[in-house]
């Protein structure tokens, strides 16, 4: 039998780039196929190509073994392909049944909406599926996890055979990747298949059936999850050997930098996000904070940068309370601050380079003179740190928007390291970028540790705070659960920490010498 | 050789490639297009076209070609200047006639001198984030602030009267200015409700003004007094040229705009406010500070627009005085990018069109309105730059740059 979807030879150039370089991919009925690359590699291009959003410069589209001809979405949506995209194409202001049958509408006699059909049919889809969508919730209302299931839908419901999932899991919470995880399995059980767009290898080990590695616009190799391993994949993917194991020596921690004391946040709808929460870090350690997304700490990093001020408590940073300090004066202390959503809050994309790198100094000499501004310096100091941070760009002087997600984290990484800093306050500093880029970014934190910095580590991936943190403190609804050592801390206990589960002394024994077993073998 | 010339050859594809990406030229085009297409109209409604074309096709089009030609000839007579006339008057030598044949062209100029203080209030607002529809507001206090100035305080030379007129305008613009951005910073009351409110609070309170404190008792209509010799804004010619030193002191004002955005470090928080306030506050800016004091630059500008008509031109205040400067101004601000350059630019297109159409209509019996018509189809062009590059086939820009960014209704 022909397979479900087949490209062959798919070439792409763009102006100075040849985006897709004669690919070749199958995909079968009922698997789950991982398309695997870095940001950049082609990928969404080639599933633009396939979804019809590009006309391809050379090469054949083969569905069910019959040629293709995709001019428009409309056309693949007829060939049974449909995509979800990393940004949701919803309306929020709509219903889930409004959502889906946008497009596609059920019609009663006089052009009125038949909504009832369709909610039925969204409810018979969410029983197969298993996907428990209530077709009457408006969007704005659910969950980010709930609003990727309506985009499913609206795929199931078009009936769709082949579907593109372009980083699906970005979005979600663990808990919402593991439910995400199920959903595919029982899709590809009722004979779909699924392309699944990542760079995220973990993920492709733990659902790929078969795995197209892609770099620079070519299929470098196509394998399995049994019979790769991850560093196999990532060195693929990279093109070079590259090390998933952070190197570091022993921490030498210094004298108390930083500390909390019973403090207490609000959040922007004025629920209490943290609560009465304590800890230090010391210089030359990383304080590695665990918790699922939406356990206060935002809110916390929120507080101790002077973004928002906390109700109780007390923030100390080198003896002095900055509880109530704006969050100029706590960087003029010597802090810094990475901040979770680079451009919401760390960049002014339409910006050069050479700007966004002074955007927290461009008051102080040598940038500016009294009140003026000396932007010649400001570009000098762009060329170097371009060149000293290994920023991938042409020209310091255009905008930073121009820049990949990993250049735009090292225009960040750049900015606060390249200053004189006691304290960094890191968050989420890999979120969504590639495996080159997280190992440059876990090496610079590594060596700036190295050098008496005291480091605040927050992140939801636990594989990263469990491999850079000296100390890990694992928060559960705003509260501090228990810090534990690094060293001794097994990813089980973490685990059942950040569920809020707090085992007894006897079950952490347990964990503990196991860690130590696996760690002899 | 060969090989020179293939380079020669590159570098202006080169050129040409970079060139037919560029905004410019999608506004020269878009100028040009709307010129034709504002030809296409007038040729539609003048009567003597439809008679031309009942005698014959060819006598039509060349009915219609005419009369376009001719609104245009007048157009540009009466906004630069009738060059015949021109020539002949610096012939003859007489002074008056060569005021007289040169006046369109400095007219222009006048008229396009409230277009750049208003024009640069609302280029500075867009670039710290803010829309000030209240412009128009903004102008009619300063030019009741201005007129006061001018007229009750007395006893001063005119070195420091001309000056402290201007300011007076400035501080009732800004004042006028600064209520909206106190409540966006303070309250996050969107600016562009409280503008619009604020124009309307300050059309009627400047007609009660002119009914009762400010009226002129011998006068029947609602009118101030004139303003004092030492305060009107010294003319660089004799009658009947109006041209007066406002235009460069509207000139100066976009070259200090200019340096403020771009060269002080207050500029620098202004454009991250206006781009990314998130970012801006990450940076130690405070926001509400930039926010409330873009509000009142913007509101001073356009209050120096609304003095310096009074005090170059009207040298007294009447009901209605501004012809919806304030609203043009937020149209030639997008015009010209938000930049200050541009802003004079299309300052000066403004001016010029609406200064040619009254001699259009004169001449030709063209109505003024084909020139609302033209300014509109230029704008949209500009406005919808996609439909220019198809028409004329030219490339995407490589980046498209995010000049202004307004915050949500949320924001």
């Known amino acids: 039998m022909a397979p479900v979807l087949e490209l062959r030879g798919i070439t792409k150039r763009f102006p100075g780039v040849l985006a897709n370089d004669h690919i070749n991919l199958t995909i079968e009925k009922g698997e789950i196929h991982a398309l695997l690359g870095e940001n950049g590699a082609g990928k969404t291009t080639l599933m633009n190509i396939l979804y019809g959003l590009y006309n391809p410069d050379e090469g054949e589209i083969f569905v069910n073994g019959e040629k293709l001809n995709v001019s428009s979405p409309i056309d693949a949506i007829k060939a049974g392909v449909g995509m979800i995209h990393q940004h949701f194409m919803l309306v929020p202001v709509f219903t889930v049944t409004d959502n889906v049958m946008l497009g596609e509408e059920y019609v009663k006699a006089g052009g009125v909406l038949d909504r009832v059909k369709a909610a039925n049919k969204i409810r018979e889809i969410s029983n197969i599926y298993k996907l428990d969508i209530n077709p009457d919730a408006y969007i704005s209302d659910i969950p980010v996890g709930m609003q990727q299931r309506v985009e499913i839908i609206k795929l199931l419901f078009r009936e769709a055979n082949i579907i593109i999932m372009d980083e699906p899991t970005a979005v979600l919470t663990p808990q919402e990747v593991e439910e995400l995880f199920k959903i595919m399995h029982t899709m590809v059980e009722q004979g779909k298949s699924i392309i699944f767009i990542t760079h995220k290898l973990g993920e492709v080990m733990d659902i790929a059936d078969r795995i197209t590695v892609i770099r620079s616009g070519k299929v470098v190799g196509s394998t399995t999850p049994a019979e790769s391993s991850l560093n196999d994949l990532a060195s693929m993917m990279v093109g070079r050997e590259v090390s998933l194991e952070v190197e570091k020596t022993e921490a030498k921690p210094g004298e108390v930098i930083f500390s909390i004391q019973d403090l207490k946040v609000l959040d922007p709808l004025g629920a209490v996000a943290v609560d009465d929460m304590s800890f230090q870090v010391h210089a030359g350690e990383v304080l590695g904070i665990a918790g699922v997304q939406g356990n206060g700490q935002t809110e916390l990093v929120r507080a101790i940068t002077g973004l928002e001020h906390a109700i109780e408590g007390e923030v100390r940073f080198l003896g002095k309370n900055i509880t109530k300090l704006s969050p100029r004066k706590i960087t003029e202390i010597g802090s ?95 979120r969504g970028l590639d495996v080159g880029s997280i190992e440059y970014i876990h090496k610079q934190l590594i060596q700036k540790r190295d050098e008496g910095c005291a480091i605040l580590l927050v992140s939801t991936e636990l594989d990263e705070v469990m491999q850079l943190s000296d100390r890990i403190a694992v928060v559960y609804r705003g ?42 073998t | 050789m060969e090989n020179n010339n293939e380079k020669k050859h590159n570098s202006l594809s080169v050129f040409w490639d970079e060139f037919s990406r560029s905004n410019i030229l999608v506004i020269i085009l878009a100028i040009f297009t709307g010129i034709i297409l504002g030809g296409v109209l007038v040729a539609f409604t003048t009567n003597e076209v439809y008679d031309a074309f009942r005698v014959s096709l060819w006598s039509g089009i060349e009915a219609a070609l005419k009369t376009a030609w001719n609104t245009y000839v007048s157009l540009f007579n009466g906004s630069v200047g009738n060059p015949e006339k021109i020539r002949l008057a610096f012939e003859s030598g007489n002074d008056l006639a060569i005021r007289r044949a040169i006046n369109p062209f400095f007219e222009s100029l006048v008229q396009s001198t409230p277009y750049i203080f208003g024009g640069l209030a609302v280029a500075l607002g867009f670039r710290a984030g803010l829309f000030n529809i209240g412009v128009e507001g903004q102008i009619f206090i300063g030019a009741v602030t201005g007129v006061w100035a001018g007229y009750a305080i007395t006893g001063l030379p005119a070195i420091i009267h001309i000056p402290l007129a201007m300011l007076f305008g400035a501080l009732g613009g800004g004042i006028w200015g600064f209520v909206p951005g ?31 404190p400010m009226y002129d008792p011998n006068e029947v209509t609602p009118k101030t007094p004139w303003i004092l010799e030492t305060a009107k804004l010294p003319r660089l010619f004799e009658n009947p040229v109006r041209f007066h030193i406002g235009f460069f002191i509207a000139i100066l004002m976009a070259v200090l705009v200019y340096l403020l955005l771009f060269k002080t470090t207050l500029g620098f928080e202004l454009r991250m406010v206006g781009s990314n306030p998130n970012a801006a506050k990450y940076a130690g800016v405070k926001i509400t500070k930039i926010t409330i004091l873009a509000m009142v630059l913007s509101g001073a500008l356009a209050g120096m627009a609304g003095a310096n008509e009074i005090l170059g031109v009207n040298y007294r205040l009447l009901p209605a005085f501004s012809s919806g400067y304030g609203f043009d101004s937020i149209a030639l601000a997008l015009l010209g990018k938000t930049h200050p ?8 297109l403004f001016g010029f069109l609406r200064n040619g159409a009254r001699s259009m209509q004169l001449a030709v019996g063209v109505p003024v309105d084909i020139v609302s018509i033209l300014q509109a189809l230029i704008l949209a062009f500009i406005a919808a730059p996609a439909i220019i590059r198809t028409i004329y086939r030219l490339k995407e820009p490589k980046h498209e740059e995010t000049l202004v960014t307004l915050r949500s209704w949320k924001g």
């Open chain 1, 336 to 430: 810094a601050h990475i901040p979770e959503d680079r451009q919401k809050d760390g960049l002014v994309l339409s910006f050069p380079i050479s700007d966004n790198l002074v955007l927290n100094t461009y008051y102080l000499a040598p940038n500016a003179k009294a009140f003026w501004m000396d932007y010649k310096q400001i570009l000098d100091n762009g060329k170097n740190l371009v060149e000293n941070f290994d920023i991938r760009t042409p020209s310091p002087m255009i905008p930073v928007s121009n820049l990949s997600g990993g250049n735009q984290q090292k225009v960040i990484v750049a900015r606060e390291f390249s200053r004189p800093i006691k304290f960094l306050v890191a968050s989420q500093p890999t």
């Open chain 1, 479 to 520: 509260k501090v659960l228990d810090i534990l050592d690094a060293k001794s801390a097994s990813k089980e206990l973490v685990g059942l920490l950040m569920a809020g589960i707090i085992p007894s002394e006897e079950e952490k024994k347990k964990m503990v010498s196991k860690k130590k077993q696996i760690l002899m």
């Open chain 2, 182 to 212: 106190f409540l966006k910073a303070k309250t996050g009351a969107h600016e562009v409700i409280v503008t619009i409110m604020m124009n309307y609070i300050a059309f009627r309170l400047v007609d009660w003004l002119l009914k009762f």
């Open chain 2, 341 to 348: 350059l541009g802003v004079i630019l299309s300052s000066l």
